[in-house]
């Protein structure tokens, strides 16, 4: 039954997409930190998809994107890469953070970059979410089919 | 002879299938749209049903010429009948998901869908009738 993996396909598009939202959030948060956790700036993190392809049980097969063995393609986090721009930097001597020059780093998020981010991975769990609710009400209607 | 009461039904179960499946590539394709490297994928939905149905021969398929080969149920897909959608606008990461395609022909796939599940429900309701007794209304 090939329709009941569309909740299999979007599911993981949904589950991919919250957690590019949940970087995002931490991106946003961080705009204006001086120190991360390793002492230095904090570093912008973006997600990484990567197609997932599914075989005839749902689970995941060779994930080589060019490989056409099964239709079902879903989506996974393949990992979380880290920004390697250097961070804003700011002078202000008094700052407890600041170096021998007086300057301050700051992290490297651009807050504009994430609103954007945010937007689009918000619209396409909304898209993944849609897909999901009509896959659901084609399948109760092919549930009825006979009951005349 | 009894099959004869379902066969007037397997057309439209071949095109319910078909729909299903497409359905499912389609979810592929949206599920797909941030991800880099991703190339849209898309059925040939008429040759696709043709093929189901035997009317046109499934590419790739081998002649059978001895009585124990084996061959493709009816409503085999193969998967040499995708086709790879371009992108309508070009973009770095290679990704040719068009997202104003993919909900159209989603759109369009789930109403044929629900077309087809009604055929078949009225099918069967022309079959009931034709089997009740005149007092039976």
Redesign the interface.
């Known amino acids: 039954?090939?329709?009941f993996?569309?909740f299999d396909?979007?599911g993981?598009?949904v589950s991919a997409?919250s957690q590019?939202l949940n970087v995002v959030a931490s991106n946003l948060a961080n705009v204006d930190t001086v120190a991360g956790p390793d002492g230095q700036a904090y570093k912008a993190r973006q997600v990484?998809?990567?197609?997932l392809l599914m075989g005839a049980s749902g689970s995941a097969v060779g994930a080589d994107?060019?490989d056409?063995?099964s239709?079902?393609?879903?989506?996974r986090v393949s990992n979380i890469s880290e920004d390697q721009t250097p961070g804003r930097k700011v002078r202000d001597p008094s700052h407890p953070a600041a170096d021998a020059e007086g300057y301050v780093t700051y992290s490297n998020v651009n807050a504009v970059e994430e609103m954007v981010n945010m937007i689009?991975?918000s619209r396409?769990y909304q898209?993944?979410i849609e897909?999901m609710n009509?896959?659901k009400s084609?399948l109760l209607?092919?549930l009825q089919?006979?009951q005349? | 002879m009894i099959n004869r009461l379902t066969d007037t039904l397997d057309f439209q179960t071949q095109a319910?299938?078909l729909r299903?499946?497409r359905?499912?590539?389609?979810?592929?394709n949206?599920?797909?749209?941030?991800?880099?490297?991703?190339?849209a994928?898309d059925m040939d939905f008429a040759s696709a049903l043709k093929q189901a149905t035997g009317a046109l021969p499934i590419p790739g398929q081998m002649a059978a010429t001895q009585r124990g080969h084996i061959q493709p149920t009816a409503g085999a897909l193969s998967?040499?009948g995708?086709r790879y959608a371009t992108a309508s606008q070009t973009n770095l990461d290679r990704n040719s998901v068009d997202?104003d395609r993919e909900?159209a022909s989603?759109a369009e796939n789930?109403v044929k869908?629900?077309a087809t599940?009604r055929f078949?429900?009225?099918g069967?309701?022309t079959m009931?009738d034709a089997m009740k007794s005149p007092s039976q209304g």
């Open positions: 039954m090939s329709m993996k569309v396909i979007s993981s598009a997409q590019r990484v998809f990567q197609t994107p060019g056409p063995v239709a079902s393609a879903g989506v689009s991975s396409s898209n993944n897909v009509t896959a084609l209607k092919t089919m006979g005349v | 319910l299938t299903a499946e359905q499912r590539l389609i979810a592929s949206i599920a797909n749209a941030d991800t880099p490297g991703y190339i994928r998967e040499s995708l997202m909900r989603f789930s869908y629900e599940l078949i429900n009225s069967m309701k009931m």
